[in-house]
């Protein structure tokens, strides 16, 4: 990744005449503060922050926002304050705390100094905002697709999905891809809502398998994107990712004549 959680793009693609007020959320910015309750790693190089709401110095539920919203936490570096925009992986069921997955960047200030913060540490965050939002009602099938840390927006969407019973007559497909087995995210999340949800289809895919043991898909999540759906018209894709990636499974998406594609792209 050469740059740290650069600006997010929404980009509407093939979308009806109405797309845009319908995607338009709900709930308008403002000003908050959060306090770290812990940080757990998921691979060697990606983990979960945890914040608690700590408005007017206490702890209360968690702001209202839309699945797949994102939020932009403030930090002082060199005596001045600089801010990063990182998708909110919770859902908005979930009120006790925002759960944000962020991997460490080489040379990235705020992912590295966020992954040595310790409970109780104090920051000021603009949220939610962002437009890659879930399109309700849910009329189609759906089919996430991301890279790396771009399945964050998709878990809470997900959660959204299952909490509401929206899933129900719809097939939902989570493709994933990173480059190493081990660099895979909520593999086991996504292993017990498959298990769990019989529409709910986990599409995992390595492009560098480092390891034989690994007898899942091999190579990048638009192939697999071209060979599991097959009714491309009936289904509404979600992708996100950095600018290549979203570029390209757009076309491809498009190509397919998919019924609607929203992307967030990380320029």
């Not at 990063?84 to 590295?112: D, Q």
Request: glycine share 6%.
């Amino acid at each position: 990744m050469a740059l740290e959680a650069p600006p997010k793009t929404v980009v509407p693609v093939s979308a009806p005449a109405s797309a845009a007020y319908e995607a338009r959320p709900k709930y308008r910015a403002a000003r908050h503060f959060l306090k770290v309750r812990e940080v757990t790693w998921m691979t060697p190089s990606t983990y979960l922050i945890y914040f608690t709401m700590d408005d007017n110095g206490q702890n209360q539920p968690v702001f209202e926002f839309e699945p797949g919203q994102f939020l932009s936490i403030f930090v002082e570096k060199d005596g001045k304050k600089i801010n990063r925009p990182y998708s909110i992986a919770s859902s908005p069921t979930e009120r006790e705390a925002l759960e944000l997955c962020i991997k460490v960047v080489e040379g990235g200030f705020m992912s590295n100094f966020l992954k040595e913060r310790r409970p109780g540490d104090r920051y000021a965050i603009m949220a939610p905002l962002g437009g890659f939002i879930l399109r309700e009602p849910i009329k189609t099938d759906i089919a996430f697709i991301s890279t790396g840390t771009g399945v964050a927006p998709f878990v809470g969407m997900t959660k959204w999905l299952i909490h509401h019973n929206l899933m129900d007559g719809h097939d939902v497909y989570m493709f994933t891809g990173v480059r190493y087995v081990h660099e895979l995210l909520y593999h086991d999340l996504f292993l017990r809502w498959e298990q769990k949800f019989p529409n709910f289809h986990y599409v995992p895919n390595i492009s560098r398998p480092e390891t034989p043991e690994w007898t899942g898909r091999k190579g990048y999540v638009q192939a697999a994107v071209q060979e599991e759906i097959k009714d491309p018209a009936g289904t509404t894709a979600y992708i996100c990712g950095l600018h290549e990636m979203v570029e390209q499974t757009k076309d491809l998406c498009q190509k397919m004549g998919f019924a609607l594609v929203r992307a967030e792209k990380w320029d």
